[in-house]
C-alpha cells in the first residue's frame, strides 16, 4: 500500500470493551484504513500497569486480547491490509521505552492527570508501569515513526508528551542523527493526534460528567460492545435524565450533561448532527428518544457483538492474525531500534 503517513493506535485488553472505546477509537481506526498505513495494537503491556486483580489475571488478559482483536476485525478493521497484532510480540516496545526513560523528565510525568486518576489517593502503592505508561506509549508510537495517531480526547495529553519525547530526542542527538544521514537532524517525527470522531469522549450512562470507562464498576455505566439486545434497551431506558423535555437547540444542552450525552451518542451512531436530532426529538419527552436510540443502538451493535463473538470461539484463527501482524510489525520495529542504537552509540552486532 503506497500512503505516506503512518497510523498508529491502540486498546488495552482490560475487558468491558465499550460504546467510548467504538465512537472515539474504534470507528476512526476503520476509516483510516482508507487514507493511510495503519498499525492497530492490542497493547497488552499496558493492560498490566495495575495488579492482576484489575486486569484479572493471565487468563483473563489472554481473553481479553483475543476479544479486543475481535473487536477490531469485527468493526471492520481488515489484518490483511493492515498490521493487528499485540504489542507484547515485539521486543523493541520495552527497548525504546528504557532510551525514552531516558530523555522523559519526571517533571513532565509528574503532570499526567491520568495517572492521578488512576492511581489515586495512594500514590506510593501505585506501580512504576503505571507512571511509566505515557513513556510507553510514546514508544509504542515512534517504534513505528507513525505520523498520526487517532485517540480519544481523554488521552490527548499523552500524546503530547510523545511529541515533547520525540523532539528532545532528536535535539539531544541532533549530531548524530545528522552523522546517520537525516540531514534535518530529526529522526522521530511529532506524532499528530486524530481527534476527529463522531463522539470524541462518551460519558457514563450513570453520570455525565464522567468518561464511560471500562474500569467503571457499575455495569450500567456503560454499553458494552458484546452485550445483546434486551441488556442495551435496559441500559438505555435506566439512563439518567432529567425532568425537562429534550430541548430544540444545541445551546440547551449546555448545562445538561446526560442529556448531551445520550444526544452525541444518538448523532454519532446514526451519522448525523445533534441539531439533527434536537430538530426529531426536541420538546419531546425521554421516553421516546430512548426508545429510538435503542433501535439505532442495537442496529449498529448486534452484527458487531455477533461477529466478535463467532470470532473469538476461534481463538486459533484470532491468533493466527495476530503472529502474522506482528511478523510485520516486527520488520518495522527491528530498523527502527537498529538505527535508534547507532544514534546513541549502543555497540550490537553487525
Ligand atoms: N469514554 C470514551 N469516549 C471516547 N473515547 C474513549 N476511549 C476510551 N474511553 C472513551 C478511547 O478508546 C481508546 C482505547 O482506550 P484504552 O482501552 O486503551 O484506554 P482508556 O482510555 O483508559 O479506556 P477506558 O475505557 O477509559 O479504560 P479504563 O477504565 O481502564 O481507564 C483510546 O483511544 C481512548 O481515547
Known sequence: MAFVERVFSGVQPTGNLHLGNYLGAIVNFVKMQQ????????????AITQGPEVWGGP???ARNTREVTAAFIASGIDPKKHIVFNQSQIAGHAELTWIFNCIARIGWLNRMTQFKEKAGKDRENA??????????MAADILLYRAT???VGEDQKQHLELSRDIAQKFNNDFGDSIRGHGFADGLYFPQPEPLITGPATRVMSLRDGTKKMSKSEASDNSRINLTDDAD???????KAKTDPE????????????????????????????????????????QFSNFKNALVEVCVAKLAPI?????????????????????ANRARGIADETMRMTKDI??????R
Not at 487514507?35 to 499496558?46: F, G
Not at 481463538?315 to 501482524?325: A, M, Q, T
Open 59 to 61: 487468563a483473563e488478559l
Open 245 to 284: 423535555p429534550l430541548p430544540s437547540e444545541e445551546k440547551g444542552l449546555e448545562t445538561r450533561p446526560e442529556a448531551d450525552n445520550l444526544v452525541g451518542i444518538y448523532a454519532a451512531l446514526a451519522g448525523v448532527t445533534k441539531q439533527d436530532v434536537l430538530k426529531e426529538f426536541g420538546g419531546g
Open 305 to 325: 457483538a455477533a461477529e466478535m463473538k463467532r470470532l473469538v470461539a476461534d481463538p486459533g484463527y484470532v491468533d493466527s492474525v495476530l503472529v502474522d501482524g
Open 148 to 150: 498520526h495517531v487517532p
Open 127 to 136: 506501580s512504576v508501569g503505571l507512571y511509566d505508561y505515557p513513556v510507553l
Open 35 to 46: 487514507t493511510h498505513n495503519c498499525i492497530y495494537c492490542v497493547v497488552d503491556m499496558h
Open 344 to 349: 546513541v552509540g549502543f555497540i550490537r552486532q
Open 231 to 237: 441488556t442495551i434497551a435496559q441500559k438505555i431506558r
